[in-house]
């Protein structure tokens, strides 16, 4: 279960700790409590605390949004309330890494993850209607991440991506510590290869011969040029961007893998 200020200090053996400042808290209970996050909860790898921004206004109608100035269509999250939040949660938890989850923020990817998970105390705000006033990012945001080219109702979807990307990196939450090396992007250039797992013969669709010969410089082999082929395939952006550094050898290989399509 996500933890919450008030209750007793997670023990030191917790490494990582998220705070996610958000107008609706209720929105992350499931999510905190399944699959591989709630299994890094659960083994105290992750500590996440939820903080509802709408506890730190100070009027009756708790008021976190207001018209824009200069007019325009939407609201604007006030800075009072947000600001009342980060301040709460840092005097209490110490200085924290600080992104908003906003459309307007730097594409996340991999590396992102990665850096995010070397992070000891992590805060996101989730941003909403037509976005937080811009003093709140200029004077207390560090970073603001994108997962994507769209525009979400609010920034707790983008958290939960963000969570759910950085947890299954931390120390001891995946089973088998190749799982998040051997995987797209973990080269960021490159997507994964195909995977197979039994039956062999699946409706008359066989694993390839290759898998099942024993000989691991083959597969290896085999796995890197269907990498290859699933970039160019899928990211021909990311492909394009390593030719060079592709061997001739390699590249008449993806093309006859291509024209056999063997999957």
């Known amino acids: 279960m996500p933890s919450d200020l008030s209750s007793p200090q997670v023990?030191?053996?917790?490494?990582?700790?998220?705070?996610?400042?958000?107008?609706?808290?209720d929105f992350f209970?499931?999510?905190?409590?399944?699959?591989?996050?709630?299994?890094?909860?659960?083994?105290?790898?992750?500590?996440?605390?939820?903080?509802?921004?709408?506890?730190?206004?100070?009027?009756?109608?708790?008021?976190?949004d207001d018209t824009p100035y200069g007019g325009g269509a939407g609201m604007v999250m006030k800075p009072e309330p947000v600001v009342r939040a980060i301040e709460f949660v840092e005097a209490r938890a110490g200085r924290a890494h600080r992104v908003l989850l906003s459309p307007q923020g730097r594409p996340?990817?991999?590396r992102d993850a990665e850096r995010l998970a070397r992070e000891p105390n992590l805060m996101m705000l989730c941003g909403h209607y037509e976005g937080v006033d811009e003093r709140v990012l200029s004077h207390y945001i560090d970073e603001e991440i994108s997962i994507g080219d769209f525009v979400l109702t609010?920034?707790?979807?983008?958290?939960?991506?963000?969570?759910?990307?950085?947890?299954r990196l931390l120390p001891g939450v995946l089973g088998n510590v190749d799982s998040a090396k051997?995987?797209?992007?973990?080269?960021?250039?490159?997507?994964?290869?195909?995977?197979?797992?039994?039956?062999?013969?699946?409706?008359?669709?066989?694993?390839?011969?290759?898998l099942r010969s024993g000989d691991h410089q083959r597969i290896e082999t085999w796995r890197y040029r269907k990498s290859l082929l699933r970039t160019k395939t899928n990211r021909?952006?990311?492909?394009?961007?390593?030719?060079?550094?592709?061997?001739?050898?390699?590249?008449?290989?993806?093309?006859e893998m291509a024209s056999e399509n063997d999957d």
Do not use: M
Not at 43 to 53: P, Y
């Open 11 to 25: 023990p030191e053996a917790t490494p990582f700790r998220c705070h996610i400042l958000t107008l609706f808290p």
């Open 29 to 64: 209970r499931s999510p905190l409590e399944s699959s591989i996050v709630g299994r890094a909860i659960a083994a105290r790898r992750l500590d996440v605390t939820l903080v509802d921004i709408r506890e730190h206004t100070t009027d009756k109608h708790r008021t976190t």
């Open 108 to 110: 996340f990817r991999q």
């Open 154 to 167: 609010g920034g707790e979807l983008g958290a939960l991506v963000v969570l759910d990307a950085l947890s």
């Open 182 to 210: 051997n995987e797209s992007f973990s080269d960021p250039r490159l997507l994964e290869h195909p995977h197979y797992t039994r039956p062999f013969d699946f409706r008359g669709h066989l694993v390839p011969e290759v």
């Open 236 to 255: 021909p952006d990311l492909f394009e961007a390593i030719r060079p550094e592709i061997s001739e050898v390699d590249l008449v290989a993806i093309a």
